[in-house]
């Protein structure tokens, strides 16, 4: 037997402890959602604050050349989203990535991935929720409608503090801080829209499954919409207007170039390209509420991933040729942005944008929200969290504690945090929980097709990811010589950014220690193909969430380290002793 850290729940025990406590008076969630409701949730959650805010920054960072970045996070989503769909055709219950680890690497990394999905869903939310206020604030204080909110209910307090620490001109976070009332010395300055988006969206995901499926997917008609309407506005304007050439930039060796900052410019983009992505997987928790969860939760997922990847590179194609991507530094509201004037200077886009942008974020919040208590409730079913957040409400059919409690996590953090750690904390989080979930499936034994399921596709991996990888490193030899003799120079202290930034992959000791650790990795996952014969398909997904790992910063593995470690000491303190698996064990 192997140690308990790693004890493992059977997937037949998975499905018979739901059908126990269904048999023991505990009321279930209500089955009412088909394969184009999972469709819409999973649009719902990806296109949001990804392509309405943290799109701007990407694009500054790396040019037209993002694009590129958006077609390699694509492809390792879709790799990661066959991955989920082989887990939920398997497993079609509410705890997502949490109960697939825990059938296949054990109840620690179930744990760790449950923490990790608290990152996701409701650290994520705190980015979206304060990327709505910035919109919803600038809409209401449109000419349309004319209503300011002082800034100092507008901003938080960490983004004010920083900025006038830094000497910022900005006159909005100049007036939060000079305008804010103060108690003992206290600057009272807090984000009060985020606050409320958060409260509304809570109690409508206590309320009921199909209130927030009617409202999640008339959000979704009425953002793609606009969204396909800024594509066909934009895209003809730059070939009407002849701005092409912004597809092209001068770089800064006078060097007109797709990448005008080099390849590391576009891996520096991988935060927020990823975020864009970020909610797909949300698509999973809801299991329990599918009619067919068997068959619908891999189709939504796969038809939500491609949808959202083409709107993406389209809408990165159309901002770079709008506008010159230099012009993006600091831009929140990058689909506004370049119909402002100076720009497209297309006034009623704007506006009709800014209101676009809205919706859309609402409806991130709305699945993120929905998608945390049923984690929760998965968990504590298994006893690694008290019994309280499996409550269902008897009239709602919702985890109405746990709800209330992803409430909280989400409403408390604004008050003290500010969009640029959420955004990189929450990345980091969810590239490794898509790690865990690919490498688990790599774990599962193979099974028999059987009709009404998805099966994930099956390629010899043994053969064709060492072709793949002899490939690859063939390529980097012959088109960047100096590659493999750079990375092994032993230098790890260097800690500024090289002024080239397509030397960005050896300017940092983090890029660069993870980056090692990648390529031993593929080494021994090839070792490993050619012995166990792993499917091709996870394989693929395993190493390209792997590389995407290599572009994050230091501090963003700092506090992802000391993230897991309070959540290693919270289920030592809990989870361990009052785990199912645990009481197994002592009655045998």
Known sequence: MGHPLFRRKPIHDIMGDKSEAEAHGHQGLSRVLTVRDLTFFGIAAII??????????????????????????????????????????????????????????GELFAWIIGWALLMEYSIGNIYVAFSWSDYFTSLLASKWIGIHIPPYLATSYMEARDAIAAGSTNP???????????????????????LLINVLITALVYRGIKESRNFSNLMVILKLAVVVLVLLVGGYLIFARDLTGNWMPTASDGVRSFMPNGFGGVMAAVSGVFFAYIGFDAVSVLAEESKNPQRDLPRGMILSLVICTVVY??????????????????????????????NLDIPWMQFLV?????????????????????IWMTMSRDGLLPPAFQKIHPKHK????????????VGVPILFTDKTFVLDF????????????????LLLPRRQRSAGKFHLPYFNGGIVFPILLAAALAFILFRFPGYFSELLNGDFTNQTKAEN????????????????????TCFVLAGFAIVKKYSLIPLLGLVS?????????????????IWFGIGLVVYLMYGYRKSKLNEKVALS
């Open 48 to 105: 949001g604050a990804g392509s309405f805010s943290s799109l701007g920054g990407a694009v500054f960072s790396g040019g037209p050349g993002v694009v590129i970045l958006f077609i390699i996070c694509g492809i390792a989503c879709a790799f990661t989203a066959f991955c989920y769909a082989e887990f939920a055709s398997r497993i079609p219950v509410a705890g997502s990535a949490y109960t697939y680890a825990y059938a296949s690497f």
């Open 545 to 561: 969430c792997m590389y995407l790992l290599t572009g994050m910063s230091a501090e963003n593995w700092k506090w992802f380290f």
């Open 501 to 520: 930034a397509s030397d960005y992959l050896f300017a940092a000791p983090a890029v660069k220690i993870a980056t090692i650790i990648f390529w031993i």
């Open 354 to 374: 800014a209101i676009c942008a809205v919706v859309a974020m609402t409806s991130v919040m709305l699945v993120f929200q929905m998608g945390q208590p049923r």
């Open 398 to 409: 919702t985890p109405s504690f746990s709800t209330i409690v992803t409430g909280l996590l």
């Open 313 to 342: 590179i389209l809408l990165a194609l159309v901002l770079t040729g709008a506008v010159v991507y230099g012009k993006f530094e600091g831009v929140g509201d990058p689909l506004a942005f370049i119909f402002e004037p100076g």
């Open 426 to 441: 929450t990345s980091i989080g969810t590239l490794f929980a898509f790690v865990l979930v690919c490498g688990g499936v």
């Open 172 to 194: 909005e976070v100049l007036g939060a801080w000079n305008d804010a009332p103060q108690i003992g010395g206290l600057r009272i300055i807090f984000d009060l829209p985020a």
